[in-house]
């Protein structure tokens, strides 16, 4: 096995996901060099596009809503040059209930902060003054409440807090974190009405967050090696010595430093006696081809959905793509049987009918996120490690957001700001 010292002042990024390829960005622009090395042929992770040979066309592996306030994605986009590539939503977002055909819409950006506040309860059919007194629990929620335990049960939590919850920590209320739902509402209202205008990708995820971002490292001079999967690594005297890859290793010299921005599975696997959460939660995806371009109502690019199995159904020309978190109980049927679930609710949403079903494919995530629980948000890791060369990026870390895009980009960035401060030793 061939084993090669690198440069001082290396830094060696395991995982090119988002929380990779921030870290990169900010040491790339600090003068630093970066190397990084993905043990897949692209980078991305959970949040890339590719070609479906089923549909003819390119396709995100889920589907990722932002908001406005998302300040750390946002900055990410404009040092990339993508600030354009994201479509605003033009209005309140609609809502269906599949089983009693009910519908409304929530403008949660509309006047002060009160009322900003108070919006699910204006607006949320069948919400009362009583489900006011669980907002005011939420935000008052100890680190070992659930969302369910903190906000009560009701008409609001099914028609808003339970698709919130479920989108956002890709957990059921009675088992997510309370605090972890409070930091997004908190940034959300914080920011007011500017805020919470709901983003997507024009074009795709990859389109966005993952080419314009390689095509900056590149213009920085960092490399990128895929394929390239970190089976080791050896310590000594607090820190990492040595990498160890399929087939050759690379030697750690004083100066050289090791950003881990891998899944917490991967990284318990490598650092011994890491903290990390250990249980998953997986996200179901369906995206089919329309034989013309849908509208959903109010003409928005996204609809949520109560009462079926789809939970929200996102709007692209004639690719129309679902969503369902918490997914664990659907995740080993068929795909068939997915799809024709999944159709039904998706007709119902664009007011077409359920048969014959269009072309469609499945893309299930079955390690999505880490299962955010309370315990799970207690075990999140820092930045820093017990080695001094070493730290730790991705959105499972202790970033205090759930595993988002926006977690994942902080925690990249943390991560950086960690090699760039302490140094490497």
């Known amino acids: 096995m061939t084993v090669a010292a690198d440069p001082i002042g290396s830094v060696h990024i395991i995982g090119a996901g988002l929380a990779g390829l921030a870290a990169a960005l900010s040491l790339g622009a600090a003068g630093r060099r970066v190397v990084i090395h993905e043990a897949a042929p692209q980078a991305g992770g959970r949040c890339r596009s590719y070609f479906d040979p089923v549909l003819g066309r390119r396709i995100d592996n889920g589907n990722h809503l932002l908001l406005s306030a998302n300040r750390a994605a946002l900055a990410y986009l404009g040092e990339i040059g993508a600030a354009g590539s994201l479509s605003a939503g033009g209005g309140p977002i609609p809502f269906l209930d599949l089983a009693t055909g009910q519908a409304w819409s929530l403008a949660l950006g509309d006047g002060g902060f009160l009322r900003r506040l108070s919006a699910p309860l204006r607006q949320v059919p069948g919400a009362n003054l009583r489900d006011g007194i669980g907002m005011l629990r939420l935000a008052a929620a100890g680190p070992r409440t659930t969302v369910t335990q903190s906000v009560g049960r009701g008409p609001l939590m ?135 371009p849908g509208r959903l109502r109010g003409g928005e690019a996204l609809i949520g959905l109560i009462g079926g199995t789809a939970e929200w159904v996102f709007l692209r020309d004639t690719l129309a793509s679902v969503t369902v978190s918490a997914a664990d109980a659907l995740l080993e049927r068929p795909a068939e049987e997915l799809l024709d679930i999944l159709w039904r609710d998706t007709a119902a949403a664009l007011g077409r009918p359920d048969t014959p079903r269009p072309p469609g494919r499945i893309v299930k995530e079955k390690r999505a996120t880490f299962r955010q629980t309370p315990e799970a948000a207690r075990q999140r890791p820092p930045q820093r490690t017990a080695w001094r060369n070493l730290v730790l990026a991705g959105d499972w870390t202790d970033t205090g957001l759930p595993a988002t895009i926006e977690g994942a980009i902080r925690s990249g960035r943390a991560a950086a700001e960690a090699v760039l401060t302490y140094g490497a030793d």
């Open 158 to 292: 099914e028609r808003f807090w339970h698709p919130l919850t479920t989108a956002v920590l890709n957990a059921h209320p009675d088992e997510a974190s309370a605090v972890l739902l409070r930091s997004v509402m908190r940034t959300a209202m914080v920011e007011g009405g500017d805020g919470l205008v709901p983003l997507t990708a024009k074009i795709g995820l990859s389109e966005s967050f993952v080419d314009p971002a390689l095509a900056t490292l590149a213009a920085r001079g960092a490399k990128i090696r895929f394929g390239r999967r970190l089976r080791g690594i050896d310590f000594n005297d607090r820190r990492a010595t040595t990498l160890h890859f399929h087939g050759d290793s690379v030697a750690l010299v004083e100066g050289n430093a090791v950003v881990v921005a891998v899944g917490p599975t991967v990284a318990g696997g490598l650092l011994p006696g890491l903290s990390a959460p250990k249980d998953t939660s997986g996200i179901l995806n369906a995206h089919f081809l329309l034989d013309a």
